[in-house]
C-alpha cells in the first residue's frame, strides 16, 4: 500500500487504547449513572479526557488554525479591526488590493440537510453493523456453550462403559471443553489481529492450556 502504519503506534494512540475501557453493553448499573442528574456537569468536567477530541486534535487545530489566518487577515490587512476600547484601528494595508478571504454561505445552507441525512444514516449503518456483530458472536459464544453442556450431559447417562473408559470419556470432555472455550479467544484474536494485545491473549490461552502442553 502507499501508506504504512505501525500497528503498535495505532494501539498506542487514544481512540484504540479507549475501546477496551468502553462498555459494550448497557447494564443496569450504567443505565443508573447515565440518567444522574450531575451527568451534564461529570460529561464537561471529562472533555479533556475524551478519546474523541484526543484523535481529532490535529483535525481541529487545522480548522482552529485556518479561522485565525482568516480573520487576522481580513480584520489587520483589509477592514481593519476594533481595540478592547472599541476604537476602530484602519488596516495598515487598506488602500491596497488585497483579496478578502472569504466564501460564500449559500452552498452550506444548500448541502446543510443533505449533509446531515447522510451522517444519519452513516450511524445507522454503523450500529447496524456493531449489532449484527455482536448477534453472531453472541450466537459463537452460547453455540459453544450448548455444546459444553452437550458433552457434560452424555457422561451422566447411566451406560454399560467399564470404569477405565468412563475415565477415558471425562478426560476427553474435559479436552473438548478447553479447546471449546479456546475457539472464541482464538476467533478474537484472528479477527482483531494486532489491535489484541498479544499479553492478555497470551495469558488467556495460558490459563486454558496448562494441563494440555
Same mark, same amino acid.
Given at each position: 500500500?502507499?501508506?504504512?502504519?505501525?500497528?503498535?503506534?495505532?494501539?498506542?494512540?487514544?481512540?484504540?487504547?479507549?475501546?477496551?475501557?468502553?462498555?459494550?453493553?448497557?447494564?443496569?448499573?450504567?443505565?443508573?449513572?447515565?440518567?444522574?442528574?450531575?451527568?451534564?456537569?461529570?460529561?464537561?468536567?471529562?472533555?479533556?479526557?475524551?478519546?474523541?477530541?484526543?484523535?481529532?486534535?490535529?483535525?481541529?487545530?487545522?480548522?482552529? #488554525?485556518?479561522?485565525?489566518?482568516?480573520?487576522?487577515?481580513?480584520?489587520?490587512?483589509?477592514?481593519?479591526?476594533?481595540?478592547?476600547?472599541?476604537?476602530?484601528?484602519?488596516?495598515?494595508? $487598506?488602500?491596497?488590493?488585497?483579496?478578502?478571504?472569504?466564501?460564500?454561505?449559500?452552498?452550506?445552507?444548500?448541502?446543510? $440537510?443533505?449533509?446531515?441525512?447522510?451522517?444519519?444514516?452513516?450511524?445507522?449503518?454503523?450500529?447496524?453493523?456493531? #449489532?449484527?456483530?455482536?448477534?453472531?458472536?453472541?450466537?459463537?459464544?452460547?453455540?459453544?456453550?450448548?455444546?459444553?453442556?452437550?458433552?457434560?450431559?452424555?457422561?451422566?447417562?447411566?451406560?454399560? #462403559?467399564?470404569?477405565?473408559?468412563?475415565?477415558?470419556?471425562?478426560?476427553?470432555?474435559?479436552?473438548?471443553?478447553?479447546?471449546?472455550?479456546?475457539?472464541?479467544?482464538?476467533?478474537?484474536?484472528?479477527?482483531?489481529?494486532?489491535?489484541?494485545?498479544?499479553?492478555?491473549?497470551?495469558?488467556?490461552?495460558?490459563?486454558?492450556?496448562?494441563?494440555?502442553?
Amino acid at each position: 500500500s502507499k501508506y504504512e502504519y505501525d500497528y503498535d503506534d495505532l494501539m498506542k494512540s487514544p481512540g484504540e487504547a479507549s475501546r477496551f475501557n468502553r462498555g459494550d453493553v448497557m447494564n443496569h448499573e450504567r443505565w443508573l449513572r447515565h440518567r444522574s442528574s450531575d451527568r451534564f456537569f461529570r460529561s464537561l468536567s471529562t472533555v479533556s479526557e475524551s478519546a474523541i477530541l484526543k484523535s481529532l486534535y490535529d483535525e481541529v487545530g487545522l480548522v482552529t #488554525l485556518a479561522c485565525i489566518s482568516a480573520i487576522l487577515w481580513n480584520e489587520i490587512f483589509i477592514d481593519g479591526y476594533d481595540d478592547f476600547g472599541n476604537i476602530h484601528h484602519t488596516a495598515p494595508l $487598506g488602500e491596497w488590493d488585497i483579496p478578502v478571504l472569504k466564501l460564500p454561505t449559500l452552498p452550506f445552507e444548500l448541502s446543510s $440537510g443533505v449533509l446531515g441525512l447522510l451522517l444519519v444514516f452513516r450511524a445507522n449503518n454503523t450500529y447496524d453493523r456493531w #449489532l449484527r456483530a455482536n448477534a453472531n458472536w453472541v450466537a459463537i459464544v452460547s453455540l459453544c456453550q450448548s455444546i459444553i453442556t452437550t458433552a457434560v450431559a452424555a457422561d451422566h447417562i447411566p451406560n454399560v #462403559l467399564t470404569n477405565q473408559q468412563q475415565q477415558d470419556r471425562y478426560k476427553s470432555t474435559q479436552m473438548l471443553s478447553v479447546f471449546i472455550s479456546a475457539f472464541p479467544r482464538l476467533l478474537r484474536k484472528h479477527l482483531q489481529q494486532k489491535f489484541d494485545p498479544d499479553s492478555q491473549f497470551e495469558s488467556d490461552m495460558m490459563c486454558l492450556m496448562k494441563d494440555y502442553p
